[in-house]
């Protein structure tokens, strides 16, 4: 199976509040899994992104947490801000990428 | 250093027409990928070329092609359109086939009516 499930479909998060995204993947020969924001009338933009032999990376603000054996991996949004507003994709894979459906993300003041 | 560059940024075609598509990638990077984005969705993979040969096409009919010239920029070619075609077009460009490190260009919106 080719899916990545991801939840939940629009989320409303205070400012400074903690965002969490979740995706699920079923294909264990996945070995790539990226984060990427999307602002309305531009392409995806690379946020973070991580391999299956770690089970965290942070970077700034944004940490993904990796659970390989529960096929799993989370986006958490640490401090969210209104400029944080966007659509979120997790995505899997090698070539090609295979992504969710996405998560519209509302920060609100 | 320019990014991922896509044209025209929108188009409306009318059903049974063909469309061109095209992106320039980044500096330096030789694979082209091509996604189709539809309202509300993520985006869904038509083709991978790289070094000017195909190495990956995804679930779409014949309609769809592809090619990738000399300088690695790549057309996208989608004939006898369907009104289901309507969608934002995304060029991503990376270095080689090998996994991550992928840039999307903002996309050819494409209108069929």
């Known amino acids: 199976q080719q899916q990545v499930k991801q939840s939940p479909q629009s989320l409303i998060v205070q400012k400074g509040g903690i965002s969490i995204i979740n995706c699920a993947y079923e294909?264990?020969?996945?070995?790539?899994f990226p984060w990427y924001q999307q602002f309305p009338g531009k392409g995806p933009a690379l946020l973070i992104a991580?391999?299956?032999?770690?089970s965290e990376k942070k970077e700034g603000r944004f940490t993904i947490s990796f659970n390989k054996s529960a096929k799993q991996f989370s986006l958490h949004i640490m401090d969210s801000q209104p400029g944080d507003s966007a659509t979120y994709f997790c995505?899997?894979?090698?070539?090609?990428?295979?992504f969710g459906k996405g998560t519209r993300l509302s920060v609100i003041a | 250093d320019a990014g991922v560059t896509q044209s025209p940024t929108h188009l409306i075609k009318t059903r049974g027409q063909h469309v061109t598509l095209r992106c320039s990638p980044i500096?330096?990077?030789?694979?082209v990928s091509w996604y189709q984005q539809v309202l509300g969705q993520g985006p869904q993979f038509i083709f991978q070329?790289?070094?000017?040969?195909?190495?990956g096409r995804g679930n779409f009919p014949d309609r769809f092609s592809a090619r990738q010239f000399p300088n690695y920029s790549s057309e996208l070619n989608v004939n006898a359109l369907l009104l289901g075609d309507s969608a934002l077009y995304l060029c991503?460009?990376?270095?080689?086939?090998?996994?991550?490190?992928?840039?999307f260009g903002s996309g050819t919106r494409l209108t069929v009516v």
């Open positions: 991503a460009s990376s270095l080689g086939t090998g996994t991550g490190g992928y840039t």
């Open positions: 294909n264990t020969a996945f070995d790539y």
């Open positions: 991580i391999r299956p032999d770690v």
């Open positions: 995505a899997a894979g090698a070539t090609p990428l295979v």
């Open positions: 500096s330096g990077h030789k694979s």
């Open positions: 070329y790289y070094e000017k040969e195909e190495r």
